[in-house]
Structure formats: structure tokens, C-alpha cells
């Protein structure tokens, strides 16, 4: 099975089962590759005031960069779901312009990334996406209204007729029938419209302790996930938000990927375990180019298949 176009070589008798039934890789702040060092610090609030020092800019993109490859180059290896972070920039010249963000800004702007997630879409039309889109940070009070709208207008014109209305039980086969293959969740309650989808659940372990995330995650799969509708069991180690954050990024020669790569193996493990109890939905990690990560998830599908 290639992985550049997973869902299409899927058994015909998962083309029918809903989506948010399929289990699809996903990938935890998918822009962060991109973070720009230039940047301000936005995150987190005990670090902003020090931007100006160029070398705790450098230590946050290493510890903040949760991707290692381009958006395209995730699509191609499978991710089917997207974690994206809003940001606007204080005093940009352009009103519209909006960024990603995770610590820092990126360099490319939304719109930007939005495009290319869509000339990916439309050599894929058998691929379904998933985005997400969440935080809204800098959408200060009085241009807030004016920003969403414009995004929500701006994902409408762009994927056009490839993009699917919020519906009760989408299918891949129902997708393919429609000519629909993008799937935008917007994660405002105060800007929903039948264009876009209501916020996707996010569940993970807020832990860089391996153990203490998979028993969160198991608790929230056992007793919080919805049974018709899409959630995410959010596979990524989440640093300290207090002083022993310095443990982690005072490490002069290493960086955040590293520390992922070192627990996604056994990571992956407890998914397959836990799969067998409580089947999942979308599995998001962070550097999904690594350790079989997609191809573990897709072959969760399979397993299912076999039952029915």
C-alpha cells in the first residue's frame, strides 16, 4: 500500500464505514518546521519580554519545532490530519494577514500554506483531509470578527467545491461521490456555518513522561471520546509549563525531535495495544516521518477490515 494514497487502496468495505471510524495518522503542530527565527516569542506569556535576545529565540525554535519536513512532504508520506495554529502579527501592514504559530511565527503565511495544502488536494481527489484550524492568537476585540470572516471566506473561495459541509456520518465513498476531499474544523463556536466543522476533541497526556500520557490517553479513550463524531489521540510529550521546563532545553545538543524519536517507538507499541480495546479515530503525533508512525496507524484499518 502506498502511503501517498492510503485511504483510495483501503478494502472496499471500509469505503463505506464514517470517518471518524477510520484510523488517520495526523500531525501535531504540522507547520511548526517552519518556525521563524527571526520572530518574536508569543509563547509561552513568561518569555515574550525577552525577545530580543536572539539566542532564547534559537533554543525555543529547537524546542518548539515539532515537524521536521515541509506540509507537502507530510501529505505524501500520509497525514491525513492537520493541526494549525492561528497567529496574526501586532501591527502587520496587511489587516488580513495571518500566520501559524507554535512559540514563534512562522515564515510562511496562512494563506500561503493554505495553498499548497490545496494544489496537494487537487492531485489527490481519493485522499480526504483534515484541518484543523485553532488558538486565533492577536485576534484582538476589535478586528476579531473581521479576521475570522475573512479566513472562513478565504477557505470557502479556495477549496471551492472540494470542500465537504459539515454532514451527520461522512464515508470515503460518500466523499468520492460528491467530489469532495477537504474537511476544515474551526475551532471558534461564534463562527460556525455549515462550511466548516465544529472543533475536533483533542486528547493528550500534557506530560514529557511516556507512562503518564498513555494512562491519560487510555482514561480518555475508555470514558471521554464521542461515539459519532471525529477526536484526536494526541500522541506528542508536552514540556513543563514551569521551571523545569529547564531541564529539557538547557540540553545544549539536543532538541525536541530527538526526545520524540526516542519514545515514538514504544509509543507506538501501546497504540497497537490500545487499539484492540478502544479503536481509534485520528492519531496525531509529532515528526510523522519517523518510526513507521503513518504506516502503524493505517494498518490499524486493516485489522479492522479483517473483523468485518
Known sequence: MSCSN?????PTELHTVPLYA???PGSHDAMSYDLDISSRIIEPAALTKFSRICCLRRILRRWAATQEVTITEQLNAGVRYLDLRIARKPNDSNPNRL???HGLYTHTDVETGLKRINAWAETHPKEVLIL???HFLGFDKNIEAKLHIHLIQFIKDLF???LLPSTNTPTLKSCWDKGKNVLVSYDHSAFQQPAVWRKIPYFYGDSMDRDK???TLR????KKRP???FYVCGLNLTLPHNISILKYVLRLCDNFPNVIRRSLRKLLLWVNQQHQKTPMNIVASDVVTREDFVQTIVKLNLQRAKTK
Open 227 to 229: 461515539s459519532n463524531y
Open 99 to 101: 500566520y501559524f504559530h
Open 22 to 24: 477510520l484510523a488517520i
Open 6 to 10: 492510503w485511504m483510495s487502496q483501503l
Open 132 to 134: 484543523s484550524l485553532s
Open 219 to 222: 482514561e480518555a479513550l475508555e
Open 213 to 215: 500520557n498513555t494512562s
Open 160 to 162: 471551492g467545491a472540494k
